[in-house]
Nanobody
Framework: QVQLVESGGGLVQPGGSLRLSCAASGSIFSIYVMGWYRQAPGKERELVARIVRSGSIQYTDSVKGRFTISRDNAKNTVYLQMNSLKPEDTAVYYC???????????WGQGTQVTVSS
């Protein structure tokens, strides 16, 4: 099993920045890809960004140029640097881990990000 613990959410004004962190523990050797999903009220959960062990990265179009995902394999931690935040970025953000490129196998508990003036 793998445990994922997120931190770093909160309230920020439009145009501001936040950095999310996710620490993985347990059977981490099985994790091939780590990522972030989000779910806004009344909307379906969507992929935000994901990064594989080798460093390949995928972003959803709406965050390209504003968000940066990174991974510290030594610390078993993945980060999401979010800049130029918009009200539409408001959502619960979930850290995920997967053994392949398909749907995640593991989910964190989620952290709330609210972008509002």
């Amino acid at each position: 099993q793998v445990q994922l613990v997120e931190s770093g959410g909160g309230l920020v004004q439009p145009g501001g920045s936040l950095r999310l962190s996710c620490a993985a523990s347990g059977s981490i050797f099985s994790i091939y890809v780590m990522g972030w999903y989000r779910q806004a009220p009344g909307k379906e959960r969507e992929l935000v960004a994901r990064i594989v062990r080798s460093g390949s990265i995928q972003y959803t179009d709406s965050v390209k140029g504003r968000f940066t995902i990174s991974r510290d394999n030594a610390k078993n931690t993945v980060y999401l640097q979010m800049n130029s935040l918009k009200p539409e970025d408001t959502a619960v953000y979930y850290c995920t881990g997967g053994t392949g490129w398909g749907p995640p196998n593991y989910w964190g508990q989620g952290t709330q990000v609210t972008v509002s003036s």
